[in-house]
């Protein structure tokens, strides 16, 4: 295989411990996983190996196409498709272990005609505006017939103080005494944290189990999984009042050293982290100059002099503090990691 100058450092048992945590704020629900855009970009189905080795019964991909990345790694549990299902997908769908996620009318429709009896869920809007059916439709009679697995809906504000999330739930707990199934769910990460009172029968976190702190009830709990290293492709001096990247938004005010390193927006290193960024070294912070490029980084190296071309740096990559770095969201810091990193579980 191919040398990759970048890596993504992985730790199983700190993603293990964070659905510990999460399960144990479930209280008496169970605590599922949603593994969606390749398990938020870190690799769905080692994700699944490990959190169904630790008791996971209960996963969540976007599609179907995400679904056959993890179906035979699933060892007994479940998965639901959570954009439920198109034209394209019903063959398939119906000869699937997994279950769509209906949201439409006419996914209820083409779900009834294509696998009669089978289980399925069902996704209610109670206020995102994003997918699901709207209570009306919900109480239409459109579901009967229908054998929900999960009726679930999504909270809309659940990282922030908001009567909205109030609201939600009680929308949520009306339908779940109108409509029947095996068990109801609404809080991702950070309704776990709201509290018992919206876990229902099964939770479903995401950004949590990969790092991120979704509110403070988190934080001091949720360990970080996922570090980021590159190596330098070059070390050079650089003379008072020279500039450096595109923009020439840094100029040297005294003679400096330089590193370049092997990452850049390509790689999910986003320019957000210009002028901002950091990477670390034998203790030494190493602060990013000048503006992130494609595929290089300039950080500034004086105070890390055994650091040569060929080793390794580690960027600053804790999700809350890249987050007040970059200006981006935990969740586009995980899912825009690039496909260059090997990734390296430990």
Not at 24 to 31: D, E, I, Q, T, Y
Not at 49 to 64: I, K, P, S
Not at 325 to 334: D, K, T, V
């Amino acid at each position: 295989m191919p040398h990759s100058p970048l890596r993504l450092i992985l730790d199983g048992q700190a993603l293990v411990s964070n659905w510990r945590w999460l399960d144990s704020r479930s209280g008496s629900a169970a605590c599922g996983a949603a593994v969606k855009a390749d398990g938020y970009g870190l690799g769905a189905a080692q994700i699944v190996r490990r959190l169904a080795g630790a008791g996971c019964r209960d996963f969540f991909v976007a599609t179907w196409a995400e679904a056959d990345t993890v179906i035979d790694t699933l060892g007994g549990a479940s998965l639901s498709v959570l954009h439920g299902v198109a034209g394209e997908d019903i063959a398939s769908a119906a000869a699937s272990p997994a279950r769509p996620v209906l949201n439409t009318p006419r996914q209820v429709g083409l779900w009834k005609q294509a696998a009669p009896g089978r289980p399925c869920d069902v996704m209610i809007d109670t206020g995102i505006g994003r997918l699901g059916l709207s209570p009306y439709e919900a109480r239409s009679g459109l579901l009967d017939g229908l054998t929900i697995d999960t009726l679930m809906s999504h909270l809309a504000r659940a990282d922030e103080q908001s009567e909205m999330n109030s609201r939600q739930r009680a929308a949520f707990a009306a339908l779940a005494e109108a409509i029947p199934a095996r068990r109801y769910s609404l809080a991702n990460s950070a309704g776990i944290c709201l509290g018992a009172d919206y876990a229902f029968g099964l939770t479903r976190p995401g950004l949590a189990l990969y790092g991120g702190i979704p509110r403070g009830e988190a934080s001091g709990h949720i360990r970080q999984v996922v570090r980021v290293e590159a190596q330098v492709v070059q070390r050079k001096p650089i003379p008072a009042g020279s500039s450096v990247g595109y923009g020439a938004t840094f100029t040297a005010d005294r003679e400096r050293e330089l590193a370049i390193l092997n990452i850049g927006y390509a790689d999910g290193y986003l320019r957000g982290f210009s002028g901002r960024g950091r990477a670390f070294f034998e203790g030494a912070v190493l602060p990013v100059a000048g503006r992130v490029s494609m595929d290089l980084t300039a950080v500034l190296a004086d105070d890390a002099p055994n650091l040569a071309e060929g080793e390794w740096v580690e960027l600053d990559y804790a999700l809350p503090a890249a987050a007040a770095q970059s200006g981006l969201s935990q969740y586009e810091l995980l899912t825009t990691l690039g496909r260059r990193h090997r990734k390296e579980w430990r």
